[in-house]
T-cell receptor, first 112, second 115 residues
Framework: KQEVTQIPAALSVPEGENLVLNCSFTDSAIYNLQWFRQDPGKGLTSLLLIQSSQREQTSGRLNASLDKSSGRSTLYIAASQPGDSATYLCAVRSDNTDKLIFGTGTRLQVFP | EAQVTQNPRYLITVTGKKLTVTCSQNMNHEYMSWYRQDPGLGLRQIYYSMNVEVTDKGDVPEGYKVSRKEKRNFPLILESPSPNQTSLYFC??????????????FGPGTRLTVT
């Protein structure tokens, strides 16, 4: 059964720092992996989608990498800003199922 | 505007009173899904649908029903709600083919309280 873990659970950094959020999964036979942002009490906003054949995706200050063989993905945020404060979630769709499995998220706070 | 809409956004009800939460998407997506989000447990999939008249259980389907009579709509039905179904519910949709397949788009959420 696929399990998705995110470390750290919470992170507090000063504005301007570059930071890395981690996502690991137990079954490497994945179809894709998606990173989301969730603001308190709000829905999820898709940030980046990485298909299993891809190694990374970039959008603005965000870069997500995927290493299927080691069961890991990282989300890199460059030059963090207070507006980046939110919970970041990763989700995995495995090859042999149509289900989507979420990690429990990393709560990020960027202070001025 | 491409979006997933849910109604109602907030609902307080009593144990045993049947309710339906509606979900609608205007992106012609084949795949639709319902999730619940609880503190410490994260997002868990309740039911999903690959297309019209095709539905399947997620990880926590007990106490819920769904139907997919039209491509754009995927209502979540609680026949006899119980307090342990108090949660934040999200509907999501995606294409099932192509380069962006299974890129999930989420609705704004429905906060349900069952007393």
């Amino acid at each position: 059964k696929q399990e998705v873990t995110q470390i750290p659970a919470a992170l507090s950094v000063p504005e301007g720092e570059n930071l890395v959020l981690n996502c690991s999964f137990t079954d490497s036979a994945i179809y894709n992996l998606q990173w989301f942002r969730q603001d308190p009490g709000k829905g999820l906003t898709s940030l980046l989608l990485i298909q299993s054949s891809q190694r990374e995706q970039t959008s603005g200050r965000l870069n997500a990498s995927l290493d299927k063989s080691s069961g890991r993905s990282t989300l890199y945020i460059a030059a963090s800003q207070p507006g980046d404060s939110a919970t970041y979630l990763c989700a995995v769709r495995s090859d042999n199922t149509d289900k989507l499995i979420f990690g429990t998220g990393t709560r990020l706070q960027v202070f001025p | 505007e491409a979006q997933v809409t849910q109604n109602p956004r907030y609902l307080i009800t009593v144990t045993g009173k049947k309710l339906t939460v509606t979900c609608s998407q205007n992106m012609n997506h084949e795949y639709m899904s319902w999730y619940r989000q609880d503190p410490g447990l994260g997002l868990r999939q309740i039911y999903y649908s690959m297309n019209v008249e095709v539905t399947d259980k997620g990880d926590v389907p007990e106490g819920y029903k769904v139907s997919r009579k039209e491509k754009r709509n995927f209502p979540l039905i609680l026949e006899s709600p119980s307090p342990n179904q108090t949660s934040l519910y999200f509907c999501a949709s995606s294409l099932s083919e192509g380069e962006s397949s299974y890129e999930q788009y989420f609705g704004p959420g429905t906060r349900l309280t069952v007393t």
